[in-house]
Structure formats: C-alpha cells, structure tokens
C-alpha cells in the first residue's frame, strides 16, 4: 500500500469556518482521479465537564446543517496557532462561565472522516469546574447551558437526546475514565 501522489490541488471555496479543496491524485497504479473533494477544518475539541454534583455542564444550540436543537458537550474550533488545552479552557469559558480549576485531562485524538477531512477532535475531560464568568458568545451563537446528571448519560444517548456523534464518543471515554479511575481509588 502506497499514499496516492497528489499532482494538482485548487481550491474552490475558502472561508475561516473551512475550505473545499478538489485533488487531482496518482493512486499509484497508474489510474489518476480528478476534483477528489477534501474539506479542510480547523482542528476541533471537546470537554466533557462535570461540575461537584457529578452533574455534566452541557449545551444546547441550534445547528444549522441538521436544521435542529442540539444537547453537546461543550465544544469549538481550535483557533489558529493555538493549542488545544487552550481551546477547551476557552470554549469552556465562552460558552457556559465555566473555568476547569485543575488540568483538564486528554481521552483521546480521533478523525471525524479522514477519507474527506483533514482534522482532528481533541476530546478532553474536566470534574473540577467552578462558574466564575457569564457565558460570551459569538455574534451568531445562542447557547442555553443545561445541567445532565451524569448517570442519565446512557439514556439521553439510547432514546436520541444525546445524538451529536463527537459528544457521543466523548461521554463514552469520560464514563470508561471514571470507572477506571475509581477501581484505582
């Protein structure tokens, strides 16, 4: 198995939210595929936080693209040249006040879909959080901050409360880390 030779590459849209580009790829064998769509994202995170209650601090929001309203964990774009333990302190604060007083603890790296996607989600977790800030959202974000308790996790997600995959894949890894955490305890 060899990567495919990439001969031309040319952009058809370019925005700071993401970007279409069309490759034109050797696959190796001699065949050559042209406007092979990739979309180009900002590396993302998500922060899985739970406040003293074992309460998760989660969103909800409207999501265009779905047409729909949404319960997430708190999540956003990683910002150019910033790191992404940053990203989640950030996002975190913006969107619900919350600030993770100790160090927020990686689950894991994942692709959404490397077969169109160039970026990575940065999935992250936090149950030492405390409310010090009013949410500061972005002109065309409206955000309602809900409080889950974390035992009903498994419920929201079987009866489709919880249906955002990357929220999905990051309650998961927080309920596998706990439970691992307490048989160490």
Same mark, same amino acid.
């Given at each position: ?45 998500? @922060? ?113 409360? @919880? ?14 880390? @706990?439970?691992?955490?307490?048989? @160490?305890?």
């Amino acid at each position: 198995m060899k990567k495919w030779n990439v001969l031309e590459s040319r952009y058809i849209f370019e925005s700071p939210y993401g970007s279409l580009r069309l490759d034109t790829c050797d696959l190796t064998d001699g065949r050559i595929i042209h406007d092979y769509n990739v979309c180009e994202y900002p590396d993302w995170v998500d @922060i899985v936080a739970i406040n003293d209650d074992m309460e998760l601090v989660m969103v909800k929001q409207y999501r265009h693209g779905a047409q729909d309203f949404f319960l997430e964990v708190v999540a956003g774009s990683v910002e150019d040249g910033e790191p992404p333990e940053d990203a989640i302190v950030r996002e975190l604060r913006e969107e619900t006040g919350y600030v993770c007083m100790s160090e927020p603890i990686l689950l894991g790296k994942f692709h959404h879909n490397p077969a169109r996607q160039n970026n990575m989600l940065h999935i992250y977790f936090c149950d030492n959080i405390s409310k010090k800030y009013e949410q500061d959202l972005d002109d065309i974000e409206d955000i309602e901050v809900v409080h889950v308790p974390f035992d009903q996790v498994n419920k929201l997600i079987k009866d489709g409360i @919880i249906s955002q995959l990357s929220s999905v894949t990051a309650l998961i890894l927080a309920k596998e880390f @706990i439970a691992e955490r307490s048989k @160490i305890l």
